[in-house]
């Protein structure tokens, strides 16, 4: 199966809903041979086919761009997700450290910035020092090294 396609993650949510060809064709008002030419790629379905697996609960977002939608989430999930939002900035730290399997002494997500430039670094990373150029001769903003 092909993720990279319309077919394949049209046949990944099929899978995932336990649906056989037969029962989402008809969930989306086609024969089963429409199924199949959707699946292998062959032919797109319309608005009416993809509405009507979006109310058997395919993630349309992830058939058509390859992106998981929020909707797509279990209700475990979606708790985590609404929690994780709603939460002080050392709690999501926390959480992301324990999921990460980061050291818990150490911030789970770090900003460093070099130059002006920021990055977010998150996880187990090793910072590889690049000089960045005309950096080294003048120092921060030009005051010198």
């Keep these: 199966m092909n993720l ?40 797109l379905p319309d608005a009416g086919y993809l509405l009507g697996l979006a109310f058997a609960g395919a993630d349309i977002q992830y058939i058509v761009t390859g992106v998981r939608s929020d ?16 939460s002080p900035e050392a709690l999501r730290d926390a959480a992301l450290r324990v999921l990460l399997g980061g050291n818990p002494s150490q911030p789970a997500v770090t900003q460093m910035a070099y130059g002006g430039v920021g990055q977010l670094v998150a996880g187990n990373v090793t910072v590889v020092h690049l000089p960045v150029a005309g950096y080294a001769e003048q120092g921060p903003a030009g005051r010198g090294a």
């Design 4 to 43: 990279n396609t319309f077919g394949g993650r049209l046949k990944e949510e099929r899978d995932r809903l336990g649906l056989s060809q037969a029962d989402c064709a008809a969930r989306g008002g086609v024969q089963r041979r429409a199924q199949i030419n959707y699946e292998q790629n062959e032919r």
């Design 71 to 86: 909707s797509a989430l279990s209700p475990e999930e979606r708790v985590l997700l609404e929690r994780y939002r709603a």
